[in-house]
T-cell receptor, first 112, second 117 residues
Framework: DAKTTQPPSMDCAEGRAANLPCNHSTISGNEYVYWYRQIHSQGPQYIIHGLKNNETNEMASLIITEDRKSSTLILPHATLRDTAVYYCIVRLHNTNAGKSTFGDGTTLTVKP | DAGVTQSPTHLIKTRGQQVTLRCSPKSGHDTVSWYQQALGQGPQFIFQYYEEEERQRGNFPDRFSGHQFPNYSSELNVNALLLGDSALYLC????????????????FGPGTRLLVL
């Protein structure tokens, strides 16, 4: 699986958009980009995933560059409850090789 | 719709003992993966079970073994516990039967916190 690079920490003001970057320059053509977050040692919570196109759901938006070498997770209106460690991973679909390789993630702190 | 469940939530063992952790996948899922997460680090893949067989394995010694039952639930067994095995053990489920759909998304359970003294 391709590896990802994320900044170790970021701050965001409450109510503002949080933009979390991820670099995955060695991603292969059939690998998806997934985002999870983990709040204080709970299990990781699925946020969103995509292959090529930008995606949006009720939690966030995912912007993937045209060359697919990087992506950005956008939390449009961050709240204090969005403070967490955010993980960007890439993994295959449609195969038994569905393991996920996590890095150390980005610790997002939302401040009042 | 029940999500991924794990038991127990916390466990304390001593070095050399053996431990069994349990996981029930999300309804409709047939694949279970186990991860170990040390304090301050991201989860590390241990292995994945599908159709009651180990399909993929990470860089973990043979002391770590598992099992999947016909109802898709799974157990993680760790023998000869070491202090370094203290961690949060996470179970994630997905569906390979519905491969190609969004059912391949892995959903994680709350984890079992293991402390080895």
């Amino acid at each position: 699986d391709a590896k990802t690079t994320q900044p170790p920490s970021m701050d965001c003001a409450e109510g503002r958009a949080a933009n979390l970057p991820c670099n995955h320059s060695t991603i292969s053509g059939n690998e998806y980009v997934y985002w999870y977050r983990q709040i204080h040692s709970q299990g990781p919570q699925y946020i969103i995933h995509g292959l090529k196109n930008n995606e949006t759901n009720e939690m966030a938006s995912l912007i993937i560059t045209e060359d697919r070498k990087s992506s950005t997770l956008i939390l449009p209106h961050a709240t204090l409850r969005d403070t967490a460690v955010y993980y960007c991973i890439v993994r295959l679909h449609n195969t038994n090789a569905g393991k996920s390789t996590f890095g150390d993630g980005t610790t997002l702190t939302v401040k009042p | 719709d029940a999500g991924v469940t794990q038991s127990p939530t916390h466990l304390i063992k001593t070095r050399g003992q053996q431990v069994t952790l349990r996981c029930s996948p999300k309804s409709g899922h047939d694949t279970v993966s186990w991860y170990q997460q040390a304090l301050g680090q991201g989860p590390q893949f241990i292995f994945q079970y599908y159709e009651e067989e180990e399909r993929q394995r990470g860089n973990f010694p043979d002391r770590f073994s598992g099992h999947q039952f016909p109802n898709y639930s799974s157990e993680l067994n760790v023998n000869a516990l070491l202090l370094g095995d203290s961690a949060l053990y996470l179970c994630a489920s997905s569906s390979l039967l519905l491969a190609g759909s969004d059912q391949e998304t892995q959903y994680f359970g709350p984890g079992t916190r293991l402390l080895v003294l």
